[in-house]
């Protein structure tokens, strides 16, 4: 029995394709397994989005930020680029649209999102 000639291009089509879907599986299950309270803020750059953690670490994700809004709701929106977690946030300036959180960073709050930040 022969096996069909099928270009090189085709294996490694393959090949690069199985690793992509193994390793965004390996973020997702290594992600969830992350507690909510372990995680500050997430911050989206394009298609990727950067998890910075309590600890310091940060961890790029290939998934949009509105995919981590999905999965975790109590966090704040608070513009395009950033997803906070409430716990974290040490006050709101409506009135300058800013937001404090307690490791001592800013964001700018976007206008239309000013009333889902007003705790």
């Known amino acids: 029995m022969t096996l069909p000639k099928v270009s090189l291009f085709y294996y490694l089509h393959f090949l690069v394709k199985s690793i ?3 390793n965004i599986n390996l973020i997702m299950r290594n992600l969830f397994q992350i507690e909510g309270k372990n995680i500050l803020f997430f911050e989206a750059e394009s298609n990727y989005t ?3 953690l309590r600890n310091g670490k940060k961890i ?3 998934f949009t930020l509105a995919r981590y809004q999905e999965h975790f709701p109590g966090f704040l929106r608070i513009n395009r680029k950033h997803l ?3 716990e974290y946030v040490l006050s709101v300036e409506p009135k300058q649209f800013r937001i ?3 490791d001592n960073r800013r964001f700018i ?3 239309r999102r000013i009333n889902v930040c007003i705790i």
């Open 20 to 22: 992509f879907y193994l």
């Open 50 to 52: 950067t998890i910075h």
């Open 60 to 62: 790029l994700s290939s």
């Open 84 to 86: 906070l977690n409430p």
């Open 100 to 102: 404090s959180m307690k």
């Open 109 to 111: 709050i976007s206008r």
